[in-house]
């Protein structure tokens, strides 16, 4: 799971914008300006349906602030 649900920063995140464009997601609205300090991006790739999918997760970042359910807020 991307820990950035949780992040303070979430809303506002270079990187968390650029992961999320790799999902193809369109509730990305602003431009994020906040660049954080050494996140690390977990890609699986496994395949459903006879399909191959590829799925994109932050799992530590130096920049991460706890905000709980801060995602809700996007
Ligand atoms: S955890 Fe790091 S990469 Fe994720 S939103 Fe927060 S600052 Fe950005």
Redesign the pocket.
Known sequence: M???IN????NN????QK?MKQHCSSFIKSQAK?N??Q?IISVNIYYYKKSMEIDWD?IE?????DSPARWVKL
Request: aromatic share 18%; charged share 0%; net charge neutral.
């Open positions: 991307c820990i950035c992040c303070m920063y979430v995140c270079v990187t968390y992961v906040f954080p300090s996140p932050i970042c130096l920049s991460f602030l």
